[in-house]
């Protein structure tokens, strides 16, 4: 049954009763056309002196420094009591002690703090202030990132803080020998000794490593909301007990880390590298990677005031928000305002995701997004069409391999599989029945390629090293392709650049580290070896790499405006999206678009749900 629409305010919407201090209505109306907001004075104490704080609204605002509070709110029902405005009021428990930690003793401070800050009984408000939340992050004079209860923080601060004074030391020594400040070469250094040290494993070193790895874990990196505040923020400042550092001051340590990713470790990796890093790059990169790509996209917006939307909601699959209608709002502040995308809690999941699609095929002229459709053959608890991701879904291991659309950013994909065209297409709304998400059409015009004629196995030897397991799934298909004779001159070169989807089209001339790329490929193997990519063999004797889920008779095309090639499959009059797929003998770079330039392939139209 369908949801009306005051059902849907607190769909997926977790806060602290306060039904009390919202009836004395304290709160005055925000003007929604202005940039009204309001601010929090935290009022003079220390210890375990109850918490004060004064509403600050307008026009009182205006020309106020303040800070902001960034905070994982976790469970609504661990509270901490505070006073505001002299009424008590439940506080998320982790703001209450990030507001306990930062007040004065003696003096005031002005900080805006989202769940005191904005009326959240009132779901008007909430979209208008959630849409001008980047203004409020880019005016703060600071943004205040509580970690929270963090194990081992002491230990950990003074490891961020000896790691970097070995590489300040390191750099030191080397100009003053006369050599150029070459920051790779120190950071090799450092890498080398971190290595040793890792290596002895020793009871001393796991506990090092392991406090330095609960700080990257820290449940506040998880927080979806956290990206847009460190990317626009002026600075960021962690706070953890009696500890506060820069989060600049970070930068050193994660290029380290970035660079075990790579190291030669032996089989039986040493404890302590675990209790860092997790089982990357066997499950899924623990969060510091993604503080590493924070750290570019800051760079970026910085530079350009705009971040590619689609690749900021793939990346954020994992990161945590209890509404899954903040996985776009959360994001929609660093994007192309021109996408017109607006928070509004009234809509419903699927409409937020069904228009945010849309609109970026609309803006793009692209059908890209339809890459990031990762689906594992799984029906999900969300009623989608099968061309719009679900970006509420923490990816299962069946849907997550690394995507053909490399990077953050466009120009990081060699692949253009459709070269320049623009997409072209349009949407159809669904019937009136209570599923009519699940009948909203794509209709897209593209090229067939083939239809898939087998599809290879992923079983490996047991016992061995990951190279090891690649080439004997490489022998294995080999074999499968000696059996056709379309492709008996094809090369196990050629077989290997398949496998290993031609590096997500990121071999050659994009600017990629050497670590980028080995990271890259070591991950691509995997996906191979775990059976997250299947080997597919196409009736007109084409290989390729498509997702798990793959069938036999499923159509291989090239939609026009998309850099990649689609697996759909057809079912009664229209079709369903199976993913992307890459396709050997030159299909990614264009050539399904040289036949159709030469008259030998002629454009079709798709009707996709």
Request: net charge negative; aromatic share 8%.
């Amino acid at each position: 049954m369908a949801s009306t629409d005051s059902e849907l305010v607190f769909i997926n919407f977790y806060t602290p009763e306060n039904s009390e201090f919202y009836a004395a209505k304290l709160y005055r109306d925000l003007n929604p056309n202005n940039d009204d907001f309001r601010l929090l004075e935290i009022l003079p104490g220390q210890g375990l002196d109850r918490i004060q704080c004064r509403i600050i609204q307008p026009p009182e605002t205006p020309g106020l420094k303040y800070e902001c509070i960034s905070y994982r709110a976790g469970d609504p029902t661990k509270i901490l009591q505070i006073e505001v405005n002299g009424h008590p009021f439940n506080a998320f428990a982790s703001l209450g002690a990030a507001l306990r930690k930062i007040r004065q003793p003696n003096g005031t401070r002005v900080v805006w703090a989202d769940q005191i800050c904005i009326n959240q009984n009132n779901v008007a408000e909430r979209g208008s202030q959630v849409s001008k939340m980047r203004a409020f992050y880019e005016r703060a004079e600071c943004v205040i990132a509580w970690l929270g209860d963090l194990k081992g923080g002491d230990l950990a601060f003074r490891m961020v803080q000896e790691l970097q004074d070995e590489f300040d030391l390191k750099m030191e020594h080397r100009i003053r020998d006369g050599l150029s400040a070459e920051v790779e070469s120190v950071l090799n250094s450092v890498v080398n000794g971190v290595v040793d040290e890792l290596l002895s494993d020793s009871p001393d070193v796991r506990a090092k490593y392991e406090a330095l790895g609960n700080l990257f874990r820290s449940e506040l990196w998880s927080r979806l909301w956290i990206w847009q505040e460190l990317i626009v923020a002026k600075t960021t400042r962690l706070e953890w007990d009696t500890h506060s550092a820069k989060v600049e001051d970070l930068r050193i340590v994660l290029q380290i880390l970035q660079h075990l990713i790579v190291a030669e470790w032996p089989p039986r990796k040493p404890k302590s590298l675990e209790l860092l890093m997790g089982n990357y790059p066997t499950a899924q990169a623990p969060q510091v990677f993604e503080m590493l790509k924070l750290q570019t996209r800051r760079r970026i917006w910085q530079e350009q005031k705009v971040l590619p939307l689609d690749r900021l909601l793939d990346s954020a699959r994992w990161a945590y928000a209890t509404d899954p209608r903040d996985k776009v709002f959360a994001l929609c502040g660093l994007s192309d305002p021109k996408l017109g995308i607006v928070p509004d809690y009234k809509a419903t999941t699927q409409q937020v995701y069904t228009s945010t699609a849309t609109a970026i095929m609309e803006r793009e002229r692209s059908l890209d997004i339809l890459a990031y459709c990762k689906h594992s053959g799984v029906v999900k608890a969300i009623a989608l069409p099968t061309w719009c991701p679900d970006w509420s879904s923490q990816l299962d291991v069946q849907a997550g391999r690394s995507p053909l659309l490399f990077g953050e950013f466009p120009a990081q994909c060699a692949f253009r599989a459709s070269q320049s065209t623009c997409g072209v297409f349009h949407i159809i709304p669904g019937g009136p029945d209570t599923r009519v998400w699940l009948h909203t059409s794509l209709l897209a015009q593209g090229l067939a390629i083939g239809t898939i004629d087998s599809v290879g196995n992923f079983e490996t030897a047991d016992q061995g090293t990951d190279e090891e397991k690649f080439h004997h799934l490489l022998s294995s298909w080999a074999t499968r392709i000696a059996e056709n004779d379309k492709l008996a001159e094809e090369t196990l070169q050629e077989l290997e650049k398949t496998a290993t989807v031609d590096n997500r089209g990121s071999a050659t001339g994009n600017g990629l580290s050497h670590i980028a790329r080995e990271s890259n490929v070591r991950r691509l193997k995997l996906d191979a070896i775990e059976g997250l990519r299947r080997f597919v063999v196409t009736s007109n004797g084409l290989m390729g790499m498509a997702p798990p889920h793959v069938q036999e008779g499923d159509l291989a095309c090239v939609l026009l405006g998309a850099r990649v090639p689609f697996l759909l499959r057809k079912c009664k009059e229209f079709y369903t999206l199976v993913g992307e797929v890459y396709i050997s003998n030159g299909y990614m770079y264009g050539r399904a678009i040289d036949e159709m330039e030469a008259g030998t392939s002629e454009v079709q139209e798709f009707e996709i749900r």
